[in-house]
């Protein structure tokens, strides 16, 4: 079996974040299609939570190096604060200092027959971009999101650094994939002579999560309709403002019942900005800001909720939050307010979700919340194509890479130099 080094951040024990769901999704189910991982990932001394729990999700087959890294704001500031550099292009580039001299060795013991990095830790695609360069291997820069563009990072030092990895990235690596077609078209333009190296590899949803959740739901909150949002709040990008005086309007106007509504927010990370807004608009009857609770937990609330909510500003019309391919598989209506042709609108349509609105429009989104709230009751799943579902599953996903992965293995022989 011909074997990957996949360079992640996000791994277990990383508590609080979904961004590890890719990484450890294609770890279980490459071997399927002829390839099995190894993984290099950071000390869990750099991660802010873990949760010894999510170690058992690894498979016993899959080796984990965790190389020296610190996060600069937790263990090299001093009152609060430390020097720009050591934290450009993020706080982990302590991680690369360990992660070379480590991802070195496991090329020389395990030989592998290519790298894969992933963002979004900018200096993952660094330690990629060295152990790509001193061993000759192909390499394959998993984006999942543009890196700079307009207005981010918002540090005009920080968006500098990270152009900077991103023109190593299109100068030493094999293939770069994305994970909708919006972020690669923008990159093809950028980089027009990488532009055939460019690939789409979708996030998805992981069907053995789900299998345990076959029997019919309770209900969230009896009798009131339940509208979740699942996952993190940002104020910048995913700000429900515009939403809250959407419902505000309709309960003034009398066109919605405020006892019908409950609006819960799982796992928001910024509940401080999402209870300043409930506050503001006067719904601390309606919005529910609940904590983070298990993967297993998480996925039978959305199985469970009346309907799934899904928050994308138009500045981020080329990306697709990964809740989203959960949602689908969960067959909930989903309330979608996101930019009109971005991809996120396009893919909750091509799953039959029709409802959807503006995010930053509360006029938009008052007609098609109430529509929503009319309509779904008697929805039970608005796609009945189990194929079209299907085809976002990680197992699908982690075919579409070992096909990748083959291709660039018979057009890109490794090589063996003398740094190793």
């Not at 993984?39 to 991660?47: F, I, T, W």
């Not at 009398?254 to 999402?274: C, P, Y």
């Not at 609108?345 to 007609?367: D, F, Y």
């Amino acid at each position: 079996m011909k074997r990957v080094l996949m360079i992640a951040y996000h791994f277990p024990p990383l508590a609080g974040s979904s961004g590890m769901q890719r990484t450890l999704r294609f770890c279980q189910d490459l071997p399927a299609f002829g390839w099995q991982a190894s993984v290099l990932s950071a000390h869990p001394r750099a991660y802010e939570a873990t949760s010894v729990d999510l170690l058992q999700d690894i498979p016993a087959s899959v080796a984990v190096t965790r190389a020296f890294a610190l996060d600069a704001r937790r263990h090299l500031s001093v009152a609060n604060r430390y020097p720009g550099f050591i934290a450009r292009p993020d706080r982990w580039l302590s991680w690369l200092l360990g992660a070379v001299p480590a991802g070195l060795r496991i090329i020389r013991q395990q030989k592998p027959s290519v790298i894969w990095s992933t963002y979004p830790i900018p200096t993952a695609h660094l330690i990629g971009y060295w152990l790509a360069r001193l061993s000759g291997l192909p390499w394959v820069a998993d984006f999942r999101d543009p890196m700079a563009h307009v207005g981010y990072p918002a540090d005009p030092a920080t968006w500098q650094s990270y152009l900077q990895v991103e023109q190593k990235v299109f100068a030493q690596a094999s293939c770069m994939v994305f994970t909708t077609p919006g972020a690669a078209q923008l990159y093809r333009a950028r980089y027009p002579a990488r532009a055939t190296r460019i690939q789409v590899i979708e996030n998805g949803f992981d069907e053995a999560s789900f299998a345990p959740l076959a029997a019919p739901p309770q209900p969230l909150n009896p009798g009131q309709f339940t509208l979740l949002h699942s996952g993190i709040v940002y104020p910048e990008w995913r700000s429900p403002q515009a939403l809250f005086v959407a419902v505000r309007q309709l309960i003034d106007g009398g066109q919605l019942d405020v006892n019908a509504l409950r609006m819960r927010f799982r796992a928001s990370e910024h509940t401080d900005f999402l209870a300043q807004l409930v506050a503001t608009h006067g719904l601390a009857d309606v919005v529910q800001l609940l904590p983070p609770v298990g993967y297993q937990a998480a996925l039978a609330e959305m199985c469970a909720a009346d309907g799934l909510l899904v928050l994308q500003s138009d500045d981020c019309n080329d990306q697709i939050p990964a809740k989203v391919y959960e949602y689908i598989r969960a067959q909930r209506p989903v309330l979608g307010l996101c930019g009109t042709g971005s991809d996120t609108a396009n893919v909750l349509a091509r799953a039959g979700m029709h409802h959807l609105a503006p995010l930053a429009s509360s006029q938009q989104i008052a007609p098609v919340l109430r529509s929503f709230l009319i309509a779904t009751p008697a929805e039970v799943s608005s796609n009945p194509n189990a194929s079209f579902v299907e085809s976002f599953s990680r197992r699908a996903k982690a075919e579409e890479l070992a096909t990748l992965l083959d291709q660039i293995t018979q057009a890109q022989p490794a090589r063996t130099t003398t740094a190793l």
